[in-house]
Each structure stands twice: as C-alpha cells, then as structure tokens.
C-alpha cells in the first residue's frame, strides 16, 4: 500500500494554478465575438412599470440589442422562475419574473437587460434607459409587514404573511405551567449576504450546428442551473452543458438560479453571439440573495438545578419579495434550536413574512445560527439568573453519547425524523474550555478588572444537520494512458473538492493522486448532479468516490488477476499497477489493463469482465449525518469607543472521519471569520423606502485580518454511522455558534455594568448606547 | 465618444505599446487586452483589494487606476511572481504549505500586498502582517493561513540573513 490519503494533511490540488494567476473563473474564459450584458435594474422598492424607452440605448454606437419581458420566450415571459423546494405551508408561493413583467416589487430586480460590444458601452447605455414608474408605498421592516393596514408587496394575496406554521413537540403549556423559573427574552438577529469574493458572472454561447446551448456561471449547482435553463428556455436538457468553472466562493448565495443566467443564456441563443454577464459589487448587495432579519420572542422554562422543561416562542423571518427556495431557512432554524440539549418540550410559531427587499435564502450557516444563538442566549440567561456557571448548565442538559442515536422529536428539513446519529457533546464542551483556559478565566478577569479593562468569555453549543440528499455521483474510469478520469457534479468554491475527493479516489483505486484528473461541476461528464450546500459534499461526493473506487477497484483486481495468472489476494494495486506478490511478481499496468477492458474488434468479451474500467456512483444519504462542536470566545470591550476585540478564540468541532485536516481546519476558521462578521459587523441596511443603503464594502463591513484572530481548532471525532467513510460536513460550522459565543463573551465583558445584549451584529454604537444608559459614562445625557 | 491614447508599460518585464481608450481601467487593460486574468475585480470601488498590482514595486487598486497612468511605468501582477521556469517562489509556497487560500479569487491581490510587505520588512511581526493585510479582504480562509505563510518565509528569511 502507498502512503494513506484519507486523513493526511495533503496540500491541496487547486493551489498551484491559483497562486500563478492560472485559475479560470468565468469572467477570464474569452470566446471570439462575446458581447456584454448590462442589466437595468429597478430604482424603486416597489412600483408599477408603465414604459421602457430604449430608443436612445439603442442608438449608441455598439449597442446590439435592448431586450424587456415582452422580448423573452414564452415560458419565461408568461410565467414566473421555478422553485426548487415547495413546501404545503407556504400559502401564496412567489417567484419572480425573469425580467420584471409590468411590476418590480424590490429595488434591484432586472427590468431589462442592454446587449453591446463592450461592458463599458452598455453600462453607458443602460444609463439611458428610461423606465417610467408609478411608485408605491413599500414596506422595509419585517415587523411594519404584518400590521393592518401596511402596504402589501403582493396585493393580490391579501396579506404580507406567507406562512404560518408551528414546529412542536411536547407538551410545552403544561410544561411552563408547571415550572419553577421561567425567563424571557426578545432577540434580534440579522444576517447580511454570502458576498463572496467573486461577483457572480455568466458567460453563454449557442452553437446553431449542433443545437447546443454552453452556459459558465459563477455557481454552486450547475447541475441545478442547466435544469432550470432547460425548463424556461423550452430546451432538452441534453443540449445544455453547464459550467462551474473555478468559483470565487459561494456561501450560498451562489446556490440559487438567478433570473440572470436565464437572460443571458437566451440573449446568447436569440442574437446568435456569445453573451457575458459580470455582475458589480453594487449589484451582488441588490441582487443577489442574502439572510436578512429574524425575530426570536422566546422563553424557557427551568428546574431549579437549571434543567430544561420547555422552551417556547415564536419566529418572524423576513423572506423578502420572493421566496426561490421556499421556507428552508427559518424551518431549519426551528429544527436547529435545540441543539445538544435535551429538551422535554417544545414550540415554536414561525411566521414568514413578505417584504419589498431582495429574496432571502440560505447564506452558511442557513438559519442555523440565529437559533443557536436564541438556544444559547437562554441559556446564558438561565446561568445568569440562578447562579450557576455557563458551563455547567449545559452540561447538565446535554444529550449524552451513550443516548446516541437520539430522536429529537422533529422533522428536519430533509423530510426524515430528526435523530441525531451521533456525537459527544460533553466531551465536545470539555475539549474547548480545556482549549480556551477556562478553569483560569474568572481570576484572569478579575485582575483585567483591576487595571480597568473589560475583557469577557461566551460559550456557545451547536448540532448542524450536514451532509444532505438527494445525492451526488462520482464516476471514475480507468484511461489507457494510465491516467484515472474522475468526474464528479460536485463543485468547488474554495472547499478543495478536487483535492479531497482525489484523495478518496487514490486510495481505493490505488493510483498516484498526480495521475488523477478530475471535472468538477461540468454537466458534461456526468449526467446528474446537485452541487454544494448544505456542507453536503464531503458525505455526499466523497461516498460516491469510495464506492466508486471500490468498485473500480475489484473490476482492476479481476482483470489483473486473469492476465497475470494469481489470484486477485495476491495482487498491490499501487501507484497505478497491479503486481503479484508471490512467484517472480509479475506486474501490469492499469493503462494496459484499461485497453484490455475495451476488448478487440470482432472478439467476443470474456464473460468475466465488464467493458472498460469504470463505475459511477451515486451516494444518497438515508438522512442528515449531525454534525456539533462548542466555541469559547474570549474578548476585550473598549468602553470608550465599543469597539470588541477577540482576543482568544477556541473550537471544538466533530465533523466525523476527516478526510484533511489542513481543508476542515480551514474551512472551521473561515467559518468563525463569517460568524464574527454576523456577530460585530455585517449589517445590510434599508431606509424606510426599502433602498438599500449599505451596497459597498465601505458601507458594510466583512471581517478584516485584524478583526479575525487565529482559532484553536480541535477535533473531537465521532464518525457517523449512516455513511461508509464515517464522515460530516464541515463548511457552516465555523460559522454557526461564533455570534452566540461573542455576543455571549461581550455581555459577561460588561456585566459590571449589567449590560445585557440580544442581538447581532452587535456594533460600537449599540454597545456605547447600552453602556450610557448603564451609566457607565456618569448619569445618561439627554 | 471614446478617446484613445498611447501608452508604454512593462508587466512582468515585457514590454507593451497599447492604445487604450483613456477611461479603460487598468484591472480590464491587464485581463483583457493582456489577456492577464490573474488579477482580479472583486468591488471595482477599491475596498476588497482583489485587484492590487504592483506599480513600480508598491501596491495599487488596478480598479482604481486607468490604464493612461501607467503609460512609462511597471506593472508586476500575480503572473509575474513565479520563478521564470513556473516554480512558485518563497511565499507562493509557503501559502500551500499553510493553506493561504481557498477559493484564491483575493489572492492576486493578497500575493501583492504581502510582496511589498515583505520587500519593505523582510521579518514583519504577526502584528504588522495583519495590518498589512488590511487592504484585501478574504471571505474564505479567515486570514491565519495568509498569515502562517508570511511568518514562515520571515523565519527563513530571518535563518538565511543569521540574524536574531
């Protein structure tokens, strides 16, 4: 056997072409004659659409073409985009309209779309656009929309309120009718965009001699994204072939099928010229999805030693004016909230709510952050409010291993029972406060306090659902050059899928990873795919790869076994040849034995042997594999400026088997970056009109390197039983208990001034107005 | 209505007349009239730092410059900083060895800025690299790769001058 791959710190595959300025993202693959699209957008939240003059556009010199609504295709003029994941509880479903049809309902929404030689000339053309508009009262604030009497973004439903629905288990009324202590808290939380690095960009070009429609955008499923352009384009899916190149990073938003790329991929076909959408910074804030603003008024009820008997509250999520992925987040909220507690009861009322701004949809982490955030906020107030330490009141809830698998009581996201396959939460908590010096920490601040500084700890607890279906497939084949093809629908923005699953494949095939060649994200080589989200790869792609591998790997040994005349124990298959290990050893090739398995022309095969070398595989999960881990923020409050600084940051993470530890280290810490932007940064701003007004990156703020400390990361892992290589996602953990964790250490920073903080972001101001009205500058101005 | 001019500039030591329309950016004059697409465009309003290039051996918002102004000047971008026979060079290497990038969309611009940190202050302290690093904005890694890899190229650098 050759040195192990699963488990090795491997340097990753990608990095080479990247740091040589040789990556290929969409907006650097040149094809002769592209032409450039421009989008007019609408400068309303919320209007009717009574004329676009294009005249003036179209006269410019290098303008090709001005397409509206009424320029589409049937199917995308007549009727609204698909959506992926219905669910009975939504009341009034809205998607929107590829290109705005009479109506624009959020500012950003495209209203047409300018087609010229160069992106230059038809921003200056979109300029001059002219859409007249009849503006109408918008609604901004989630908890405006649900009042009588406000404006509607859909008049025609009648309400703002798409969903209404419980998520329960328990019986929570007896449970606080009959507890003890029962507290209280009313938290807001905001989440702003994915804004990965990488605008989204979408480059197509139809080829009228073979029908075939090629369509590179900056995507996490493309798979996904070349069924949608096959249903509004009226084509077979057979003659599209979608993309994902390399992708600048994704986090979500870039899961979702924007109206864009539909455009774009018809204006490629309908002129006849390759067509190429980069979208700017200024429209990744509009356009692009982001999680916005959640309402959790929650209580919990407890035992006198701090024991969970209930908890309970309701949910107000905004879901902006269309909902393309239907209720995901908040349902995932729901069934995230209680986490690695045993909970004996349970309710929550979740209301999603229209609202005139950009659609919300999953940004890492999907939801899950804000309900850990309102579990642990409650549970830092029951600390708080019966004395007993943080750390020890959820010890005393936690869900032990040895109850494992453990049934929640809910329906997860995935249509299964929620049952958490495996997991040591103690163990996990233990591992971070171990990390963090937390037996240290009350006399550590003690003596900050003397010197006047305010430094502080939080702790936070998760379970993050990872690893979810429906599938993805891995093909390998065996090449006669020696060479072995992999294939796969998983797509990489950053999550080194290439390296990863090259390292799965190696060794089960037995070949040098050098001699791997890989596609990733191209509907091309294998015929079906999903993509990334739902840190669902490692589970999902990296199944198929072992069982594809497996399978290759016997068709190898049968072969060999054959032709060298041993028997297949006594065959190595290593760095691409299978040698006998007794007799004079001999040995062959696997790009000898790949030519063998195509047979010779007019022979029959032997009845043995399957035609070629290959396998395709397609992993589907059974359910969720439950990811946990436990973050320990530590912090340091300026009272003067309410600036935060994190100090020390530690990580308990159990992601299952890891396939590389350098990759989940870094996705873990990238994660935490993400969280400490939701928890002290990231606020995407509307004014009461709905206009956007935080749309660049001076205005909102992602994390900085002096904003992001480096994380102690350890691994606690529980494989999980429910896939052959025992692993879990690992892309949202990172990022799923940080604002919990920091609001949590900011407050206990503060707590000489009974300051108490249930929200996020948490910025400079909200903590200097907390610490005025506390008093801390002397009696409160006026 | 475009307005074209002349301009002389070397990237990465070759030399290039161009005439160039007098509003084309620099970051588009490099990826697309060069057809130099490792220098990328992240915000176009000169925040997220995916764009920095080196203009005669300091860092500069390609976004922000127009091609025009480095008519007789030097332009050094990611695809300039390998050995001449593709091998990475000390950071380059150091950023796989430490994991420095993920998706790599920032990195052009990170590699820039950490070129100058380290051509000013061959030994920087985590401190200074950090606020060196200020300029570009990473969405991935949450910058303790980036970092990991200055300070292994400034321990080499440290172990290669014997000082300290």
């Not at chain 1, 989008?39 to 003036?56: G, H, K, P, Q, W």
């Not at chain 1, 049809?101 to 979109?126: L, M």
């Not at chain 2, 985590?126 to 991935?140: F, H, K, P, Y």
Request: net charge negative; proline share 5%; glycine share 10%.
């Amino acid at each position: 056997m050759g040195v192990k791959q699963f488990g090795a710190r491997v340097a990753r595959l990608e990095d080479t072409a990247l740091l040589s300025g040789r990556g290929r993202f969409v907006d650097d693959i040149k094809l002769p004659g592209t032409l450039h699209a421009v989008f007019v957008r609408s400068t309303y939240a919320n209007a009717r659409v009574l004329d676009i003059n294009a005249s003036e556009a179209l006269a410019m010199p290098g303008v090709r073409a001005v397409l509206t609504a009424a320029d589409l295709p049937t199917r995308m003029r007549t009727q609204r985009m698909p959506m992926l994941v219905p669910n009975t509880h939504i009341k009034t479903l809205r998607t929107q309209h590829c290109l705005a049809v009479d109506e624009v309902r959020y500012v950003g929404q495209a209203i047409a779309v300018v087609i010229a030689e160069d992106r230059y000339v038809a921003e200056d053309a979109a300029g001059m656009v002219f859409v007249d508009y009849d503006v109408l009262p918008a609604v901004n604030d989630v908890r405006d929309a649900v009042k009588d009497g406000t404006p509607l973004v859909h008049p025609e439903f009648g309400s703002n309120v798409v969903v209404e629905m419980p998520m329960t288990f328990g019986d929570v009324e007896a449970a606080f009718a009959n507890a003890p202590h029962v507290f209280h808290e009313d938290m807001w939380q905001h989440r702003g965009g994915g804004n990965a690095m990488e605008p989204r960009c979408v480059l197509a070009s139809y080829e009228p001699a073979t029908e075939l429609l090629t369509v590179w955008s900056a995507t996490q499923t493309p798979h996904i994204s070349r069924r949608m352009l096959g249903e509004l384009l009226d084509m077979n899916i057979e003659q599209i072939r979608s993309i994902a190149p390399d992708v600048g990073g994704g986090f979500g938003p870039k899961a979702i099928f924007y109206a864009e790329e539909a455009v774009v991929a018809f204006a490629a076909r309908h002129i006849g010229a390759p067509v190429k959408f980069t979208e700017d910074r200024r429209e990744h804030f509009l356009c692009a999805t982001q999680e916005r603003d959640q309402y959790w008024n929650m209580s919990i009820a407890v035992d006198d030693d701090g024991t969970i008997l209930g908890v309970k509250g309701s949910l107000l999520h905004d879901t902006g004016a269309f909902m393309p992925w239907g209720i995901i987040m908040p349902y995932i909220a729901a069934a995230t909230l209680p986490g690695p507690y045993k909970l004996k009861s349970y309710n929550l009322d979740i209301t999603v709510v229209f609202t005139n701004k950009v659609a919300t949809t999953p940004v890492r982490g999907a939801g899950r952050p804000q309900a850990v955030f309102a579990m642990e906020r409650l549970m830092d107030r029951v600390a708080h409010e019966l004395n007993i330490d943080p750390a020890e009141v959820r010890r005393r809830n936690f869900i032990q291993p040895e109850e494992m698998p453990y049934p929640v009581g809910l329906t997860f996201r995935d249509g299964k029972p929620l049952v958490y396959d495996s997991g040591d939460y103690p163990k996990g908590q233990e591992v971070a406060l171990e990390m963090s010096d937390y037996s240290t920490f009350r006399d550590r601040q003690a003596a900050a306090r003397a010197q006047g500084r305010y430094i502080g700890i939080g702790i936070a607890n998760y379970v993050e659902g990872t690893g979810l279906g429906p599938f993805e497939g891995v093909t390998i084949r065996i090449l006669p050059n020696g060479k072995v093809r992999v294939a796969t629908g998983a797509t990489n923005q950053g999550q080194g899928t290439r390296t990863t699953i090259s390292q799965i494949v190696a060794d089960q095939v037995g070949c040098r990873i050098e001699d791997i060649d890989i596609s990733i994200g191209d509907t091309a080589a294998i015929a079906n795919g999903v993509g990334a989200f739902a840190s669902r790869q490692a589970v999902n792609a990296g199944n198929s790869a072992f069982i594809a591998g497996t399978e290759v790997r016997g068709k190898i040994l049968k072969l060999a076994s054959r032709h060298l005349g041993v028997p297949e124990e006594e065959i190595n298959l290593e760095d691409g040849i299978a040698t006998a290990r007794t007799g004079n050893k001999p040995s062959i090739s696997f790009g000898e034995l790949a030519s063998l398995a195509q047979g010779m022309p007019g022979f029959s095969m032997n009845p043995d042997d399957s035609v070629g070398l290959e396998h395709t595989a397609y992993f589907t999960p059974l359910q969720a594999a439950y990811c946990s881990g436990c973050h320990v923020a530590e912090v340091e409050v300026d009272i003067g400026t309410g600036g935060v600084k994190i100090n020390r940051y530690s990580v308990s993470h159990d992601s299952g088997n890891i396939i590389n530890p350098l990759i989940v280290d870094g996705q873990v810490q990238g994660g935490v970056a993400h969280g400490i932007g939701n928890a002290l940064l990231e606020w995407m701003k509307y004014d009461e009109n709905a206009q956007p007004v935080t749309a660049t990156f001076a205005d909102y703020l992602i994390p900085m390197a002096t904003d992001v400390p480096t994380c102690a990361i350890e691994h606690v892992e529980t494989p999980s039983p429910l896939n052959p290589l025992g692993v879990k996602g690992a892309g949202e953990g990172g990022t799923i208990p940080a604002a919990a964790a920091i609001v949590a250490a900011v407050e206990n920073a503060l707590a000489p001034f009974g300051c108490r903080f249930v929200e996020a972001p948490l910025v400079p101001e909200r903590i200097v107005a907390a610490l005025s009205q506390a008093g801390a500058y002397g009696a409160p101005v006026r | 209505m475009s307005m074209t001019r002349t301009i002389n500039v070397t990237v990465n030591g070759t030399s290039y007349e161009h005439d160039v329309d007098v509003r084309l950016t620099l970051a588009d004059f490099l990826r697309h009239e060069l057809n130099l697409t490792g220098t990328h465009i992240g915000c176009e309003h000169g925040v997220c730092g995916a764009c920095t290039i080196l203009l005669d051996g300091r860092t500069a918002r390609s976004c922000l410059t127009f091609a025009v102004q480095v008519d007789g000047h030097s332009v050094t971008t990611i695809e300039g900083l390998a050995e001449k026979d593709g091998t990475l060079n000390p950071l380059q290497r150091a950023m796989v060895d430490n994991h420095g990038l993920q998706c790599g969309f920032c990195t052009p611009g990170v590699l820039a800025t950490l070129t100058e940190l380290l051509n000013d202050i061959p030994n920087p302290s985590e401190q200074q690299v950090r606020e060196a690093l200020t300029g570009n904005l990473c969405r991935c890694t949450g910058y303790s790769g980036m970092i990991a890899a200055v300070m292994q190229v400034a321990r080499a650098n440290c172990n290669d001058d014997g000082r300290q």
